[in-house]
């Protein structure tokens, strides 16, 4: 199972609806939603609210991507407002479990996010309890940003971990994901791949999911 998510940071807000299904008809898998606080990241972006107007104009799932400071305190939001999949950043939660049992009860699928620098073994005693695990491959905080080489290698050992544990996590790449790097992250192990300006800095965006499928089939 490969999944395409277009990150919605890098669509046009004046026409957010149009948009999303835009890129539902165009065959992405999931609509990832990146949600900036201003301290955990030097940005600003999107509310529960949002979320909620984006859970009325498609039927795909909606992941979202929390880079904000205690993330406890919006988990519940975020579900209610239609959110299916839920990421925190493993920097900013002390209590990463509770964060992760507290998506779960809220009826969503938990995911751990790690920054470029933070190393795979901080899911040691976590990674048992999670759905998805997103690797960071641009210091978050802004679309089109380039692509982090190391994060390669960085997947490869986490496709590793996951089989030494013999679980079923799922493995998610975000930032600088695009043409010329899409190949290498698929082969690297990736199942899931949020890209944000690629596809919505694209003129068809159903060309560019298309191609995408096709360099990350079979590998
Ligand atoms: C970055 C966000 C990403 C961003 C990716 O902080 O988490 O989801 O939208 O943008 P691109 O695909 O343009 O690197
Ligand atoms: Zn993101």
Redesign the pocket.
């Known amino acids: 199972m490969k999944l395409i998510a277009p990150?919605i940071?890098?669509a046009d807000f004046a026409r957010l609806g149009d948009e999303i299904k835009a890129v539902e008809a165009a065959g992405a898998d999931w609509i990832?939603v990146?949600v900036?606080d201003g301290h955990f990241?030097p940005n600003i972006t999107i509310g529960p609210l949002i979320v909620e107007a984006v859970r009325s104009v498609t039927s795909l799932p909606i992941d979202v991507?929390l880079?904000i400071e205690n993330p406890d305190n919006y988990i519940p939001a975020f579900a209610k407002a239609g959110a299916s999949w839920i990421s925190v950043q493993i920097e900013t939660s002390v209590h990463l479990n509770r964060s992760v049992q507290l998506i779960r009860e809220c009826g969503a699928k938990p995911g751990i996010v790690l920054n470029p620098s933070t190393p795979i073994q901080t899911l040691e005693w976590i990674m048992e309890d999670v759905d998805y695990v997103l690797i960071?491959s641009?210091?978050?905080?802004?679309?089109?940003?380039a692509f982090i080489t190391n994060s390669l290698d960085k997947i490869k050992a986490l496709r590793q971990m996951i089989q030494s544990k013999n679980l079923n996590t799922l493995i998610q790449i975000?930032?600088?994901?695009?043409e010329k790097t899409i190949a290498d992250v698929a082969a690297a192990g990736v199942d899931i791949f949020?890209?944000?300006?690629?596809i919505f800095?694209s003129d068809d965006y159903q060309k560019t999911i298309n191609s995408f499928r096709e360099k990350i089939t079979d590998r």
């Open positions: 990150s940071l890098s990832h990146d900036m990241v991507h880079m960071m641009v210091n978050p905080g802004f679309g089109g940003q975000d930032g600088g994901v695009n949020v890209a944000g300006s690629a800095g």
